[in-house]
């Protein structure tokens, strides 16, 4: 189906595979336009309750492909330019439609993750890395401004240490050690078994309630832009929404049984 990705579904849980390792997952456009074909896939698709995004190769993503930037520097697009509403956003290259999906998101970074490829760590709900990657923002380096990347890596990490690495370049690199330490990942696997992590979490996320999990993901991060009152009132409304579905009858009554639950995902 894809030609720079790989889409894999199993059980619950669609893998989506950065797969240009001779280029380092850099992203063409056409890499971009596939990864939305594939969000929207997983996110369409009722059988899958969580995607989990990795690479392949020595890289997770470095940014952009810088051979197909235009000397003008304008963002490339498959289609026309500034003839789809996307164009007209702050670009999002390869990010997840994390404000817009209900299913939770894993990142499993397997090797270097630098510019573009940085808004996996920042925009996924759970982020593991391999002992192997290594993080870093080269954009200054190659004469652009760290934008939407950093900005968002700046509300990660602290302001410091955020703005070294915009402003050191490509000559400033983060340790997954030293990431895992300033919470921008929240486990550090060996490098051989990373795949096999993220799956097995995967499988603890879907033993939960799938409508409670997405309810519950969209509360925090939706809450996050709200002062704490109104962000109490939002959560609450997505746990009355979630009081009538099936699924919040079958949890007590499986617990009371003291049976696994079977959730019905309605």
């Given at each position: 189906m894809?030609?720079?990705?790989?889409?894999?579904?199993?059980?619950?849980?669609?893998?989506?595979?950065?797969?240009?390792?001779?280029?380092?997952?850099?992203?063409?456009?056409?890499?971009?336009?596939?990864l939305?074909?594939?969000?929207?896939?997983?996110?369409?698709?009722?059988?899958?309750?969580?995607?989990?995004?990795?690479?392949?190769?020595?890289?997770?993503?470095t940014?952009?492909?810088?051979?197909?930037?235009?000397?003008?520097?304008?963002?490339?697009y498959?289609?026309?330019?500034?003839?789809?509403?996307?164009?007209?956003?702050?670009?999002?290259?390869g990010?997840?439609?994390?404000?817009?999906?209900?299913?939770?998101l894993?990142?499993?970074i397997?090797?270097?993750?630098?510019?573009?490829?940085?808004?996996?760590?920042?925009?996924?709900?759970?982020?593991?890395?391999?002992?192997?990657?290594?993080?870093?923002?080269?954009?200054?380096?190659?004469?652009?401004?760290?934008g939407?990347?950093?900005?968002?890596?700046?509300r990660?990490?602290?302001?410091?240490?955020?703005?070294?690495?915009?402003?050191l370049?490509?000559?400033?690199?983060?340790?997954?050690?030293?990431?895992?330490?300033?919470?921008?990942?929240?486990?550090?696997?060996?490098h051989?078994?990373?795949?096999?992590?993220?799956h097995?979490?995967?499988?603890?996320?879907?033993?939960?309630?799938?409508?409670?999990?997405?309810?519950?993901?969209l509360?925090?991060?939706?809450?996050?832009?709200l002062p704490?009152?109104?962000?109490?009132?939002?959560?609450e409304?997505?746990?009355?929404?979630?009081?009538?579905?099936?699924?919040?009858?079958?949890?007590?009554?499986?617990?009371?049984?003291?049976?696994?639950?079977?959730?019905?995902?309605?």
């Amino acid at each position: 189906m894809f030609d720079t990705i790989t889409y894999e579904v199993d059980a619950h849980t669609a893998t989506i595979t950065l797969n240009r390792p001779e280029a380092l997952n850099a992203l063409s456009p056409h890499m971009i336009t596939e990864l939305r074909a594939a969000y929207d896939e997983a996110e369409n698709d009722d059988k899958v309750w969580l995607l989990i995004v990795t690479g392949t190769g020595r890289a997770f993503c470095t940014g952009a492909d810088v051979k197909a930037i235009p000397v003008d520097g304008k963002v490339i697009y498959e289609r026309p330019y500034l003839s789809t509403y996307d164009q007209w956003e702050a670009p999002q290259e390869g990010t997840p439609p994390f404000r817009r999906m209900a299913k939770p998101l894993l990142a499993a970074i397997n090797g270097l993750c630098c510019g573009a490829g940085l808004d996996w760590v920042t925009t996924s709900d759970i982020v593991i890395a391999s002992d192997k990657a290594t993080f870093f923002d080269p954009h200054v380096s190659i004469g652009l401004v760290a934008g939407r990347e950093l900005v968002r890596l700046a509300r990660v990490l602290p302001r410091s240490v955020a703005l070294r690495m915009a402003l050191l370049g490509k000559h400033e690199r983060m340790s997954a050690a030293r990431a895992f330490d300033l919470g921008l990942i929240s486990e550090i696997v060996d490098h051989r078994r990373l795949l096999e992590r993220a799956h097995e979490i995967a499988d603890i996320v879907n033993s939960n309630a799938p409508l409670a999990v997405r309810g519950t993901r969209l509360a925090i991060l939706k809450g996050l832009d709200l002062p704490l009152h109104e962000a109490e009132m939002l959560a609450e409304a997505f746990r009355e929404r979630v009081l009538r579905t099936e699924d919040a009858q079958e949890g007590p009554k499986a617990f009371v049984e003291k049976r696994k639950p079977d959730w019905q995902c309605r």
